[in-house]
């Protein structure tokens, strides 16, 4: 793999492993004859959605899908062509983009089905639709009772051309909880819905299963998968067993300063750590301004020099100071904070367990004005 040096703040991401993935979790829908979306909302879930989308394209994804219209269209404008979802719409949106840029749009309302097909009619083109019904998430998607009331307007709108609906749709609240009885309620109410839609005259595909039931339920497959968090290498389901997802983001910066300070000295606001005996410091030039947690300050290990090195005291805006004992250390070593973990560096589930949080919303807070992305692609072999 061509390597770059480490700048200040980098994330490098692995286009290689993002390839690996896809085709991971693309083989596994294909053997229950499902096609693959990929989902490169938040960015590509802060690893850069036009990177995402080309790397999943090449690896046999066959639909991207993300949440807003302004994202669907910056990935037309990087001239991405394949087939393109977005769920989520802002109070008056405007269909009309997305109509001419073929974006299907989700419906989980009339007065939304209205607005598209109203799009539709004015841009001259039919508007690609899916119908999302609420099983039990409670979150967007249209509840139960209104459902037939939105399957036979839709059935309506594609009689006179303003509409064809592609799927009925929905999102699992639990999938990622193995067993978990609520995944089996959705699965029903799901088929209840998609009973009403053809008998309601509409012939749509369905797609229900997220990364975690894409990993765990192959009978929820159906006609299409949705995959986010396992397409970056992130295993929603590791309890699952090993699904041979790579991590594509290593979080990485480099040594700017080495010192010695004798026994006795305190480091970084607040004088939290006192050094027991001389050692050396390396300062590290990433801090909370770079997706560092200040509330981790003195609870990460960062990989450096070929070993898990504590950070200490606290992590301050730009900057943070590990502690390397007796070992040459030298300005210009590279310093992993998170990875695939390979070397031994930390991982964005090491991180997010420290925070109380999920792997998510680790690697999707990451991307920031001053942190740079690299993006590595494997070498063309011969
Ligand atoms: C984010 C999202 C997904 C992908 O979920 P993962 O758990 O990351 O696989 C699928 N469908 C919808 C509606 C989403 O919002």
């Given at each position: ?11 490098r991401?692995?286009?290689?492993a ?8 693309a083989?596994?829908?294909?053997a ?39 994202e ?8 991405i ?8 719409h ?23 089905l ?5 799009a ?9 639709v899916?119908?999302?019904i ?10 139960a ?19 064809r ?22 699965a ?8 009403q ?26 006609e ?7 397409a970056?290498?992130?295993d ?15 979080f990485?910066?480099?040594v ?11 480091v ?15 300062l ?6 770079d ?18 090195r504590p ?12 502690d ?14 998170f ?8 991982t964005?589930?090491?991180?997010a ?13 990451m ?12 070498e063309?072999?011969t």
């Open positions: 793999m061509k390597e770059e040096t480490a700048r200040r703040a980098d994330l991401i692995d286009v290689g993002l390839r690996r993935n896809v085709a991971v979790l083989s596994r829908a294909a229950s004859g499902a096609r693959t979306m990929v989902v490169v909302k938040s960015d590509g879930y802060g690893h850069g959605a036009v990177t995402v989308a080309r790397a999943a394209l090449a690896a046999g994804a066959d639909e991207l899908g993300v949440a807003s219209v302004t669907a269209l910056d990935l037309r404008a990087h001239d062509t394949a087939p393109l979802m977005a769920w989520l802002g109070p008056g949106e405007d269909f009309r983009p997305a109509v001419r840029e073929d974006v299907a749009l989700s419906a989980s309302s009339l007065e939304t209205h607005e598209i097909a109203k539709a009619d004015q841009v001259g083109r039919t508007a690609r899916h119908l999302k609420d099983t039990g998430l409670n979150r967007n998607g249209c509840p009772h209104l459902w037939h009331e939105l399957v036979t307007a839709a059935a309506r709108a594609e009689d006179t051309g303003s509409v609906v592609l799927a009925v749709w929905s999102h699992l609240a639990c999938a990622d909880e193995l067993d978990h009885p609520s995944i089996d309620e959705q029903e109410r799901f088929h209840a819905a998609y009973v839609a053809r008998r309601a005259g509409l012939s749509p595909e369905r797609h229900l299963a997220n990364s975690a039931a894409t990993l765990t339920r192959p009978e929820l497959h159906f299409m998968v949705r995959v986010g968090i396992a970056y290498g992130l929603p389901v590791p309890e699952h067993g090993d699904h041979g997802l790579v991590p594509a983001m290593t990485r910066s480099s700017v300063l080495t010192k010695r300070v004798a026994a006795g000295e305190r970084s606001y607040g004088h939290t750590w006192t050094a027991e005996r001389e050692t050396t410091l390396a590290v030039p990433v801090g909370y301004g997706g560092v947690p200040r509330v981790l300050s003195g609870r990460l290990a960062v990989w450096l020099a070929d070993a898990l950070q200490v005291g606290r992590v301050c805006m730009d900057q943070i100071v590990v390397c004992g007796d070992d040459p250390v030298a300005v210009g070593d590279e310093v992993l904070l990875g695939p973990g390979d070397h031994g560096e930390p964005a589930a090491d991180w367990r420290e925070l109380g949080t999920i792997h998510y919303e680790v690697v999707t807070g991307f920031r004005p001053r942190v740079s992305r690299t993006v590595v692609e494997p063309v072999t």
